[in-house]
Structures are given as C-alpha cells and as structure tokens.
C-alpha cells in the first residue's frame, strides 16, 4: 500500500511559479512510475507529466517548457516545478504512483489533490 500526498497548491498570478510535492509512504517507491494529472472544472482528468523510475519523462505538449517532474527517491518524494504559469492550468493536481509488477499485479495509487489558481 502506497500513500501520497500532495501539496505546494495555491494562488498563483499568471507568468508565475509554483512547486508541487508529492510524499510518497510505503515501500518501493523507486520501482513506480511517478505521475501528475490535473482535473479542471468541467473537464476530464488529464495527464500532466511523468517519470519513469529510470528517470525518464515526458509531458503533454501543453506543458512542454515550461513544467519539470523529478523525483528524490532518498526523500520517497516527487515534484512538479511549474514555471509561466497561465489562467489555464488551473486545476486540481494529482499525484499518481503506477507499478506493473507482473501481467496480474498492477499497482496504482492517487493523492487526494492540491487546487492550484492561476489568476490573470
């Protein structure tokens, strides 16, 4: 079992900043493939960015330049620096925790969320 919660949430003003933490408890947090979504009023849950537990990431094309994932596996930590900020990621963020570790056994943990408002 894997807990996760976020925070680093809050208002921002566009061109802004903001970084997000995801605390990761339980055991073999390096081994899950690390993930944001971000759900925005009236929309479907998107996916954000990723990072596989060897470093490898990815981002939906509407992020690109301006978001960086990471992760700390020391600290059973992962992060989402957003940077240029618009009125349109505004959303709720999620963490997520994905783990395939055989064809029957699929791991998969959400947070609770953290609301970020970027206003204009």
């Known amino acids: 079992q894997v807990r996760l919660v976020e925070s680093g949430g809050g208002l921002v003003q566009a061109g802004g900043s903001r970084r997000l933490s995801c605390t990761a408890s339980?055991?073999?947090?390096?081994?899950?493939?690390m993930a944001w979504y971000r759900q925005a009023p009236g929309k479907q849950r998107e996916l954000v960015a990723a990072?596989?537990?060897?470093?490898?990431?990815d981002y939906v094309d509407t992020v690109k330049g301006r978001f960086t994932i990471s992760r700390d596996n020391a600290k059973t930590t992962l992060y989402l620096q957003m940077s240029s900020l618009r009125p349109e990621d505004t959303a709720v963020y999620y963490c997520?925790?994905?783990?395939?570790?055989?064809?029957?056994?699929?791991?998969?943990?959400w947070g609770q969320g953290t609301q970020v408002t970027v206003s204009s």
């Open positions: 997520n925790a994905k783990w395939r570790r055989s064809l029957a056994d699929v791991r998969n943990y």
């Open positions: 339980g055991s073999f947090f390096s081994m899950y493939t």
């Open positions: 990072i596989t537990s060897g470093g490898s990431t």
